[in-house]
């Protein structure tokens, strides 16, 4: 199946899990695109979707809500599950606001949501992240655990290959 995978990062570390997830359903025969969410202009090519967004402030990046929300329709009549990372030292589902995240699952029908742990590095932050992150006692620090990313892409393979290709 042709998937896209759509991921918003500040920094780089969601950027790296998509890569991850992408890779793991490439692995396994499916045709997979990591994109931006601000370069998507179309998700009609697709048959599935993957949406990832770091969180800040318990709240997905803008360019994530507004992908969700520009192709909301388009996204109720495919599979889509959701990933989103946080803090390095935040247990990963803490990092999340809950109610955001259900109403988001609602609203584009998403299969699923899977919150990882993030990676936090001091030296790429602009002063304000500086000093929420010092509020938030956030730690310097790699949470990742790509083992358990790979895992889920490849829960997302196998209920891919029991789902019919659109015609």
Same mark, same amino acid.
């Given at each position: 199946?042709?998937?896209?995978?759509?991921? /918003?990062? #500040?920094?780089?570390?969601?950027?790296?899990? $998509?890569?991850?997830? =992408?890779?793991?359903?490439?692995?396994?025969?499916?045709?997979?695109?990591?994109? %931006?969410? @601000?370069?998507?202009?179309?998700?009609?090519?697709? %048959?599935?979707?993957?949406? $990832?967004?770091?969180?800040?402030?318990?709240?997905?990046?803008?360019?994530?809500?507004?992908?969700?929300?520009?192709? /909301?329709?388009?996204?109720?009549?495919?599979?889509?599950?959701?990933?989103?990372?946080?803090?390095?030292?935040?247990?990963?589902? /803490?990092?999340?606001?809950?109610?955001?995240?259900?109403?988001?699952? #609602?609203?584009? $029908?998403? #299969? $699923?949501?899977?919150?990882?742990?993030?990676?936090? %590095?001091?030296?790429?932050?602009?002063?304000? @992240?500086?000093?929420?992150?010092?509020?938030?006692?956030?730690? %310097?620090?790699?949470?990742?655990?790509?083992?358990?990313?790979?895992?889920?892409?490849? =829960?997302?393979?196998? @209920?891919?290959?029991?789902?019919?290709?659109?015609?």
């Amino acid at each position: 199946m042709r998937v896209l995978v759509a991921v /918003a990062s #500040r920094h780089g570390g969601t950027s790296e899990i $998509g890569a991850r997830v =992408a890779a793991e359903l490439r692995s396994r025969g499916h045709a997979a695109n990591l994109l %931006d969410p @601000e370069r998507v202009v179309a998700i009609d090519p697709y %048959d599935a979707v993957v949406l $990832g967004s770091a969180v800040y402030s318990a709240h997905w990046l803008p360019a994530a809500c507004e992908f969700a929300r520009r192709f /909301a329709s388009e996204l109720t009549e495919r599979p889509v599950w959701l990933f989103s990372s946080g803090l390095a030292t935040a247990p990963a589902a /803490a990092a999340n606001s809950p109610a955001e995240t259900q109403a988001l699952v #609602r609203a584009i $029908g998403a #299969r $699923g949501h899977r919150a990882f742990g993030g990676r936090l %590095d001091r030296s790429v932050l602009s002063s304000a @992240e500086s000093a929420l992150i010092a509020a938030a006692r956030g730690k %310097d620090g790699d949470n990742r655990d790509l083992a358990a990313v790979a895992a889920w892409a490849g =829960a997302i393979s196998d @209920e891919l290959a029991r789902t019919p290709t659109p015609t």
